[in-house]
């Protein structure tokens, strides 16, 4: 009915202002929204009542009554957020707000879809315990590797699995759990974190790049994630760099990933160390990983800067073919590497703006969302449906 829609667009409208400006008097909220007293107080009223928001007098040093304020319930309604990567995966508890409450990981024993699923039950376990009840969590939010459908429910493809998977993740494990469940790529889930909590807050149009294990790449246009015809865009990994480059998991040979992925920066490294050329490194029996690398170039070893100084050429080439296509205000780096600003962001940067036609002010920086960037993104999937209205939270 047109009164059942005005309702829930009216608690749309305040849960939103709430999350935005919150803590929030419901003088500030009826001067943000525009809404009657008679509006606020019965919305309000009814989202205290499901412990979806919680009150809290204001001190002022003022005579008269202090006013309340209003904010996000911080021990209800929690949204549990999952990163599945191919050692681990790492899970986050957050509140509506998108802040977090609590963290842990879950090692993945074998990278099969059984393994992945007991990882996925013990995190989820762990965090209803730490919250109090699988009753007090309202969502569960994933960030998956591969192609995920967001329309169908299925997690279709992994690179690392080598076959497809056709695996129905969202209806399997809301039957399980009895929960609201809802599943993206992993490159969307750290941009939605970014929007949320990070460097994107300003920006409508931006590309998102996890540079990780493997390459991916999240686009946001005017605001929202996009997939695709067939939900599968921003598979940055695999542009093609050289028809006769190393072979990648997917089948093909030269792809982006091959030379600027975690993995194959470290493969680079052991060749050069076993030249004698990394002799910052060169005591290490156990084989060379990022760190170490990222190590040498910051005391000054020519071949560690070399190496990364290539792969940040290669990705600012890839880019900038993009950037000159969607012409965003952003482009955003996650990942390891993206914390080495001197060598590695600096270069990526260089040659982004070498290579583009116009730049119009965009920039190119590093995340702020850290490593549990993905776990984070996925609990904000479900703050959107909440938003959006899919998700029944606010069915007053």
């Known amino acids: ?82 990163d ?12 509506t707000k998108c802040r977090t409450i609590f963290e842990t990981y879950e090692t993945i024993e074998k990278y099969e879809i059984n393994a992945i699923l007991n990882a996925i039950d013990r995190g989820i376990k762990s965090m209803a315990d730490y919250a109090g009840g699988m009753q007090k969590i309202t969502g569960i939010g994933i960030a998956l590797p591969g192609n995920m459908n967001t329309l169908t429910g299925i997690w279709e493809y992994n690179y690392t699995f080598g076959e497809h998977i056709n695996f129905p993740i969202i209806e399997e494990l809301s039957k399980k759990y009895n929960c609201y469940v809802c599943a993206d790529h992993d490159p969307n889930c750290i941009a939605l974190a970014e929007q949320y909590a990070g460097v994107a807050r300003d920006f ?16 946001v246009l005017n605001g929202k994630i996009f997939r695709g015809a067939y939900e599968n865009a921003g598979q940055f990994g695999h542009i093609c760099v050289s028809r006769n480059g190393p072979l990648c998991k997917c089948g093909k040979t030269g792809c982006l990933e091959t030379y600027v992925s975690i993995k194959a920066i470290e493969r680079t ?18 084989p060379l990983v990022l760190a170490d690398v990222l190590e040498a170039a910051r005391l000054g070893d020519a071949a560690a800067r070399d190496i990364l100084l290539t792969a940040a050429g290669h990705l600012g080439i890839a880019l900038a073919n993009i950037v000159n296509i969607l012409n965003p205000e952003a482009v955003i780096l996650w990942g390891e590497l993206s914390m080495d600003e001197d060598d590695f962001v600096s270069h990526v940067r260089k040659t982004i703006f070498n290579n583009t036609a116009d730049n119009n002010g965009m920039v190119v920086k590093a995340s702020e969302v850290g490593a549990k960037g993905a776990a984070v993104g996925a609990a904000a999937l479900v703050m959107q449906d909440i938003l959006s209205g899919k998700h029944p939270l606010l069915d007053l």
């Open 1 to 82: 009915s047109s009164h059942g829609l005005m309702k829930k667009h009216n608690s749309l409208l305040i849960f939103e202002t709430i999350l935005k400006y919150g803590p929030i008097t419901k003088k500030e909220l009826k001067e943000r929204t525009n809404l009657s007293w008679g509006t606020i107080s019965t919305v309000t009223s009814a989202l205290l009542d499901k412990k979806i928001l919680t009150e809290e007098k204001k001190l002022e040093h003022i005579p008269g009554r202090n006013p309340i304020d209003l904010d996000i319930c911080q021990s209800d309604h929690l949204i549990v957020g999952i």
């Open 269 to 286: 490294a052991m060749t050069v160390a076993q030249s004698s050329r990394i002799p910052t490194v060169l005591d290490k029996k156990e």
């Open 84 to 95: 599945i990567n191919i050692d681990k995966i790492s899970i986050v508890l957050s509140d």
């Open 204 to 219: 409508s149009n931006f590309l998102m790049i996890r540079l990780s294990s493997g390459i991916g790449m999240g686009i």
